[in-house]
Nanobody, 123 residues
Framework: QVQLVESGGALVQPGGSLRLSCVVS????????IGWFRQAPGKEREGVSC????????YYGASVKGRFTISRDNAKNTVYLEMGNLKPEDTAVYYC????????????????WGQGTQVTVSS
């Protein structure tokens, strides 16, 4: 049974940092990509970052490029999202997902999702 479990969400002040974790299990073979997405109230789910599990390539949405870093620890079956210089507009529920997308930042191309973790950036 495929499972993705996120953790690490919290309340953080603007300018602060946070690390999210996503433990992936149950796949009979590696999915082609693992991605991080977020959804704020009243907004569509958007692609934040993703990693190609075949070649390690990483991709970022324009709003987070230069501030967020995605990485993967194969031994722990875990994908991390290091978030820095957080802004109030980063407030959202963050989800990880895994699948074989042709565009790994497109949420529509993922069938396997975690339950989400809340990140709130506020003073």
């Amino acid at each position: 049974q495929v499972q993705l479990v996120e953790s690490g969400g919290a309340l953080v002040q603007p300018g602060g940092s946070l690390r999210l974790s996503c433990v992936v299990s149950g796949f009979t073979r590696d999915p082609d990509a693992i991605g991080w997405f977020r959804q704020a109230p009243g907004k569509e789910r958007e692609g934040v970052s993703c990693i190609d599990t075949n070649d390690g390539g990483t991709y970022y949405g324009a709003s987070v490029k230069g501030r967020f870093t995605i990485s993967r620890d194969n031994a722990k079956n875990t994908v991390y999202l290091e978030m820095g210089n957080l802004k109030p507009e980063d407030t959202a529920v963050y989800y990880c997902a895994a699948d074989d997308p042709w565009n790994c930042l497109s949420p529509d191309q993922y069938d396997f999702w975690g339950q989400g973790t809340q990140v709130t950036v506020s003073s």
